[in-house]
């Protein structure tokens, strides 16, 4: 459960006018240990999450302020002695690019920043999409292109080149969410990207514990070790919610569910809780005057060089029915964008995992074998998306793989 600071009412309006608590200048403290770097989620007008681990149960301090190098800036405490810290920050302002780091005893974190979200919806902010950062298993790393943690990190390098504001990751953040160093590996190799945008996850098959025998039932039930570290906003489930960022409404669905006893539809078929969210949430959006474009992300493609998947049927009267502009999806490792009912679908799966083919359907208008990940450039005339390929093995340099606008 999200734990707000309980020192921050006190310094809610210190966070911007009282002095450093602890330094004044000179060199940085060393640099902190940490078995997770923090991780900067659920950004709203006034308030941030931000979750860590430390190495061992102690308590935790951020300092935040809006100086790039802290001056002063505000150290708030969370007194718990306890290894994952997951935190809400209050108080901020809008649409404000805040600096902060991770400090335990003389130590601390190397400081990163986050912006809040913008009170007018005539804001602009860039989106960041990705997925699929999970490593190859077995013949898959021998065989297929890809698939090593130098092309996971090539691309969120690559990715926070862009200075994204806010962070989508279509899922397979690891290759299983039961597998601890796994998730730790996931959080390793993307903290520069994590701790320097708001980052908002979309489980894939793989986040889950059944994959290769691990399990094989409750898929989508919470056994996955990624959700004691994230922080989603509470309007729906832990795997499934919605937030809203300027003029952009987000609706991030779960669409696993698959294993022997049913099919993946199931998690979103009609009568299920998650479909009663999804309907309400969309139906709100649609009425929602200050929304301009809604973007759906689910990990499975609805639409794309497999022709329709039947498994989305229930969903694609709502999709629609309430005006929904683009879905973002992955589990594809590549890159693919398709058209169905005037409803641009996105496959983002070139995170890092190994390379898949490019068989393209009578709905595809672009499709490429190469990591990539997609900007989206949103304001309030319009939005635009660029996808670039990542050459990958540590190295970032990207080129224009397609592009297409929205005009609202």
Same mark, same amino acid.
């Given at each position: ?22 330094? @004044? ?41 809006? /100086? ?12 718990? $002695? *306890? ?5 809400? *920050?209050?108080?901020? /302002? !809008?649409? #404000?690019?805040?600096?902060? #780091?991770? =400090?335990? @005893? ?16 005539? %804001? ?15 013949? =898959?790393?021998?065989?297929? =292109?890809?698939? %090593? ?29 039961? $597998?601890?160093? $796994?998730? *730790? ?6 903290? /520069? ?79 299920? !809780?998650?479909?009663?969210? *999804? &309907?309400?949430?969309? @139906? ?24 329709? $998947? ?10 629609? &029915? ?13 890159? %693919? #964008? ?71």
């Amino acid at each position: 459960m999200n734990k707000p600071f309980a020192s921050l009412l006190a310094m809610i309006a210190a966070i911007l006018l009282v002095p450093s608590l602890a330094m @004044a200048g000179g060199d940085d403290p060393p640099q902190i240990t940490l078995r997770v770097h923090p991780v900067v989620m659920n950004a709203s007008t006034s308030s941030i999450d931000i979750m860590w681990e430390n190495s061992e149960a102690d308590p935790g301090k951020i300092r935040i302020g809006t /100086q790039s190098n802290l001056s002063g800036a505000a150290l708030l405490t969370d007194s718990r $002695d *306890i290894k994952i810290h997951k935190v809400t *920050i209050n108080g901020l /302002q !809008a649409n #404000r690019k805040y600096y902060y #780091r991770i =400090e335990l @005893a003389n130590q601390s974190s190397p400081i990163n920043s986050f912006t809040t979200s913008p009170a007018s919806t005539n %804001e602009p902010f860039r989106l960041v999409m990705l997925g699929d950062t999970r490593k190859g298993y077995g013949p =898959e790393a021998w065989l297929l =292109e890809a698939g %090593e943690d130098d092309d996971h990190r090539a691309v969120q390098q690559a990715a926070l080149n862009r200075a994204p504001d806010v962070y989508l990751n279509s899922g397979d953040f690891g290759f299983a969410g039961q $597998d601890e160093d $796994d998730v *730790i590996n996931f959080f390793k190799q993307e903290k /520069q990207l994590l701790g320097n945008s708001v980052f908002y996850p979309v489980y894939g098959n793989h986040d889950f514990a059944w994959f290769f025998g691990l399990s094989d039932a409750s898929l989508g039930t919470g056994n996955t070790y990624f959700d004691s570290y994230f922080m989603v906003p509470g309007n729906g489930a832990f795997d499934y919610y919605s937030f809203n960022y300027s003029n952009v409404h987000f609706l991030v669905i779960n669409s696993n569910g698959c294993n022997s006893a049913e099919t993946c539809a199931d998690t979103f078929a009609p009568g299920t !809780a998650q479909y009663a969210f *999804i &309907q309400s949430d969309l @139906a709100s959006a649609a009425g929602n005057p200050n929304v301009d474009h809604i973007v759906v992300s689910h990990h499975h493609p609805a639409v794309g060089a497999g022709g329709v $998947d039947s498994e989305f049927n229930a969903l694609f009267p709502l999709y629609t &029915q309430y005006g929904v502009d683009t879905v973002v999806t992955g589990h594809v490792h590549n890159y %693919e #964008r398709a058209t169905k009912d005037g409803i641009t679908y996105v496959v983002t799966g070139g995170g890092g995992s190994p390379l898949s083919g490019t068989d393209a359907s009578s709905y595809t208008n672009a499709i490429a074998k190469e990591l990539n990940f997609v900007v989206g450039d949103f304001t309030s005339a319009g939005a635009s998306f660029t996808s670039y390929g990542v050459v990958g093995d540590d190295n970032t340099a990207t080129w224009v793989l397609d592009s297409w606008n929205v005009q609202y």
